[in-house]
C-alpha cells in the first residue's frame, strides 16, 4: 500500500513534471524499451492533469465523485503509470516492475490491470467516443465530475474521433474536455505528412468545440488552458490541442532524428536519466 504520509504534496508543477518524466526514464530502463519520447513530450500535460486539474482521490481510485482521465492512446502507458506513481494512485515500489510477468503495468494501457487507468486504449480512435458516453452518464447522474480525454494527434486520422466529436457538441457535453498531445508524430512518420488534420484547432472548432491550442510544454500556458477550458461558460465540449516536443527534457534524444519509437540504445538508459537530472528543477 502507498504511505501517504510520504507524499509531498508542495511540489511544484516543474518538479511533478520532472519527477514524471524520471518516473517514466526509470520504468524504460528496467525493459530497455517503451514510448519514453511520447512521456517526456507529455510530461508537462500530464503533472498540470494530475497536479493541478483534476479532482480524484489517490487512496480511492473509483471514488464515484472522481473527473475520469481516459488514456485513449494506449502505447502512452508508461507517461500515465508515471503520473499515477507520483500521485500516489499506484505505490512506488511497483515501478520496477513495469512491463513483467504479473505486473500491475503491463506495457500496453489495460483498464483491468492497473488502478487509476479507466479505459484499455490502443485501438486508435476510441478514447474520444468512450469519452462522449461517460460525460453523458455523468450528466444522467446530475453529476459535475469532469471527463478528460488524452488523444494524440495520430488519432485525428481516424473516423470514429470525428463521429465522437460531432455527438459531443450535438450533445452540449460541457463536461468532456478533449486533450490532443500534437508531437507531430505517428507510427509511419511525422502526423501532418502522413494525414493532416492542421487546422486542427479550426476542426474542432467547425465541429462546435470550445477550442485552445497552446505550448504543450509551457505548464503556465497550460495551467491558463485547463482553467479556461473547464470554467467557460458555453454549452460546448472542450478541446486543448497541445504542441509538444517528444523527448522533451534530454536533449539528446530531443536532437536525435525522431521516430515514433524512439530509439534507446542499450547503455543510452544511463545517460538520459544523468541529462535529465542535470536539468532537475530546484
Ligand atoms: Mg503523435
Not at 7 to 19: G, P
Not at 249 to 254: A, D, Q, S, T
Request: proline fraction near 4%; aromatic fraction near 10%.
Amino acid at each position: 500500500m502507498t504511505d501517504f504520509t510520504d507524499i509531498d504534496v508542495n511540489l511544484s508543477l516543474a518538479q511533478r513534471a520532472w519527477n514524471i518524466r524520471h518516473k517514466a526514464l526509470r520504468m524504460g530502463a528496467v525493459q530497455k524499451q517503451g514510448y519514453v519520447g511520447q512521456a517526456l513530450g507529455v510530461a508537462d500535460v500530464l503533472a498540470v492533469s494530475y497536479f493541478h486539474a483534476l479532482n480524484y482521490r489517490p487512496e480511492e481510485p473509483e471514488w464515484e465523485g472522481r473527473d475520469r482521465f481516459l488514456l485513449s492512446i494506449g502505447h502512452y502507458a508508461i507517461a500515465l503509470y508515471a503520473a499515477l506513481l507520483e500521485a500516489g494512485v499506484l505505490p512506488e515500489y511497483e515501478l520496477e516492475t513495469y512491463g513483467t510477468d504479473d505486473s500491475r503495468l503491463p506495457m500496453s494501457g489495460m483498464a483491468s490491470y492497473t488502478p487509476g487507468m479507466e479505459i484499455t486504449g490502443g485501438s486508435l480512435g476510441h478514447g474520444l467516443g468512450i469519452g462522449v458516453g461517460m460525460a453523458l452518464g455523468l450528466k444522467r447522474k446530475n453529476s459535475s465530475s469532469f471527463i478528460y480525454n488524452l488523444m494524440s494527434d495520430g488519432e485525428l486520422g481516424e473516423g470514429s474521433t470525428w463521429e465522437a466529436a460531432m455527438s459531443a457538441a450535438h450533445h452540449k457535453l460541457d463536461n468532456l474536455i478533449c486533450l490532443v498531445d500534437f508531437n507531430d508524430q505517428q507510427a509511419d512518420g511525422p502526423s501532418t505528412q502522413m494525414l493532416s488534420s492542421e487546422p486542427a484547432d479550426g476542426k474542432f472548432e467547425a465541429f462546435g468545440w470550445y477550442v485552445q491550442r497552446v505550448d504543450g510544454n509551457d505548464l503556465g500556458a497550460l495551467v491558463e488552458a485547463f482553467d479556461k477550458a473547464r470554467n467557460f461558460d458555453g454549452p460546448q465540449p472542450r478541446a486543448i490541442i497541445c504542441d509538444t516536443k517528444m523527448c522533451k527534457g534530454v536533449p539528446f534524444l530531443e536532437e536525435r532524428e525522431i521516430t515514433h519509437f524512439v530509439r534507446v540504445d542499450e547503455d543510452e538508459w544511463d545517460l538520459a536519466l544523468k541529462v535529465l537530472e542535470e536539468g532537475k528543477p530546484s
